[in-house]
């Protein structure tokens, strides 16, 4: 897959998130250039994120002052759910705004046209352009972080459904009775596989280990505090031999199988890109989840479709968010 856009054009690339935000000048390569980035403090509110914002984007383009000429616009990837049209963004769980028009803050501030997505749906779309999923025509995205959020390719065209809100493969049950979930509902594949989950069970393991009075590489990497366990310490444990710990990711993976082979079955994907922090955990979390699309997806899907990890890891929002700007996507 090439992009349409002339190399001689520029995008900014934001991407916008609830623990920290990152941009870069991008160009119809998908090469990023004068890449800055800073931590976001949910609590100072939207007014002053995006002072922040800017200003990052200001700093990127007086870096390079014989290009600015060549940026024809700003990409957001935005942690929520966005009202494209408007460049709007109507809801993001773990930044709690609603309803805020970011584009419209960002287009003044900046006096450039802005364009903004979801942000896993952009980091699908550099997947595809320039990553782990180029080549394919039909692609799912899995980003699990603090949530669990996706994008699809379906056709060779990204698919938005026409509310814009396609591809919450997070909010898929996979247990009837499994715990709630930040959208309302329970049992969703996010309650079972985002990192406050997999904390939590590094926490169950660790109190379990404290009642039988013996020790593990996580109890040591959490220096005996349960509280302090999260997934990337689990993931550590688990490659230092901590069974408990690879117990905890393969039951994960395992509802990140049921959830995909469902997928597989309905979509019929040639690749399922898995991004974000928790796929950090690398075989320990997609292993299991192969083996669940074996026993459940059918013959054709599973025969065709490949698990890989993300490519373009912490860059793909902004390689995206710069795409959507270059291209007509
Ligand atoms: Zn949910």
């Known amino acids: 897959m090439v992009t349409n856009a002339p190399p001689d054009r520029l995008a900014l690339g934001l ?18 250039q004068g890449w800055r980035q800073r ?22 383009l007086a870096g390079f002052p014989e290009r600015a000429r060549s940026v024809v616009g700003v990409g957001l990837g935005l942690p929520g759910l966005v009202d494209r049209a408007r460049n709007c963004l109507l809801f993001a769980p773990n930044l709690a705004w609603r ?19 979801n942000d896993v749906r952009l980091a699908t779309l550099a997947e595809w352009l320039f990553g782990a999923g180029r080549g394919c025509s039909d692609l799912l995205g899995v980003w ?15 698919f938005r ?21 930040s959208c309302g509902s329970r049992g969703c594949l996010e309650a079972a596989v985002a990192g406050p989950a997999l904390a939590a069970g590094g926490r169950a393991l660790l109190l379990q280990a404290a009642t039988g009075g013996f020790a593990s590489p996580l109890g040591d990497l959490c220096g005996g505090d349960p509280g302090r366990a999260t997934a990337r310490l ?10 408990g710990a690879r ?9 990140l199988g049921i959830a995909l082979a469902g997928y ?25 989840a192969r083996r669940e699309i074996a026993l459940r997806a059918m013959p054709v899907p599973r025969q065709m479709v490949r698990i890989v990890p993300s490519q373009l890891g912490g860059s793909a929002v902004v390689v995206g968010a710069g795409a959507l700007v270059l291209g007509e996507y």
Request: some cysteine; glycine content about 18%.
């Open 15 to 32: 991407d916008l998130g609830a623990s920290h935000m990152a941009a870069a000048l991008v160009d119809g390569a998908g090469t990023l």
């Open 39 to 60: 931590p976001v403090d949910r609590a100072l509110g939207p007014q002053a994120i995006l002072g922040q914002a800017t200003e990052l984007l200001r700093n990127i």
């Open 99 to 117: 309803d805020f028009p970011v584009g419209e803050w960002i287009a003044a501030a900046l006096g450039l046209p802005v364009r903004s997505d």
């Open 144 to 158: 699990i972080g603090t949530g669990v959020g996706g994008g699809m390719v379906i056709g060779g065209r990204l």
């Open 161 to 181: 459904g026409p509310g814009d809100s396609a591809g919450e493969i997070g909010h898929l049950t996979v247990a009837e009775d499994g715990p709630p979930c």
């Open 234 to 243: 689990l993931a550590i444990a688990a490659a230092r031999g901590d069974r």
């Open 247 to 255: 117990e905890v990711l393969a039951r994960a993976g395992r509802y």
């Open 264 to 288: 597989c079955n309905i979509c019929n994907p040639e690749r399922i890109v898995i991004g974000g922090g928790v796929a950090g955990a690398g075989e320990y979390l997609l292993e299991p």
